[in-house]
C-alpha cells in the first residue's frame, strides 16, 4: 500500500531554515505530482509547493523566495527547504502525491517561534 513518511519538522527560530523531507512507499508506478500543504489550527489546509513529473516547480505566493521544492524520483522522495521562516509558517506539514488519486501523509510539525 502507499505510504508517505514526513521528516525534518520542528522548533525554529525565526528566520531560521528547515528542510522537510518525504518520502513515498508502496508505489510501483510514476508519480505524477508532489507537493507540500500545511495546515495550522482552526485553518484551512493550504499549498505551500508542488513539483510535477516533469520537475516543473511552483510555490505559493506566502512561501515565494523562501521556499525550494526538489524531487529525487529514484527514491520517490520529495524535499521542501524553507528558509527566513516567520511564526506564520507554524503548520503541519503534509506531503502529497498523486497517482491516480492523492495520497497524505501524517505530517511533520513545524513551529516558528522565539
Known amino acids: 500500500q502507499v505510504q508517505l513518511v514526513e521528516s525534518g519538522g520542528g522548533l525554529v527560530q525565526p528566520g531560521g531554515s528547515l528542510r522537510l523531507s518525504c518520502a513515498a512507499s508502496?508505489?510501483?508506478?510514476?508519480?505524477?505530482?508532489m507537493g507540500w500543504y500545511r495546515q495550522a489550527p482552526g485553518k484551512e489546509r493550504e499549498l505551500v509547493a508542488s513539483?510535477?513529473?516533469?520537475?516543473?516547480?511552483n510555490c505559493a505566493e506566502s512561501v515565494k523566495g523562501r521556499c525550494t521544492i526538489s524531487r529525487d524520483s529514484a527514491k520517490n522522495t520529495v524535499h521542501l527547504q524553507m528558509n527566513s521562516l516567520k511564526p506564520e509558517d507554524t503548520a503541519v506539514y503534509y506531503c502529497k502525491a498523486t497517482i491516480r488519486f492523492n495520497y497524505w501523509g501524517q505530517g511533520t510539525q513545524v513551529t516558528v517561534s522565539s
Open positions: 513539483i510535477s513529473s516533469g520537475g516543473s516547480t
Open positions: 508502496g508505489i510501483r508506478v510514476s508519480i505524477n505530482a
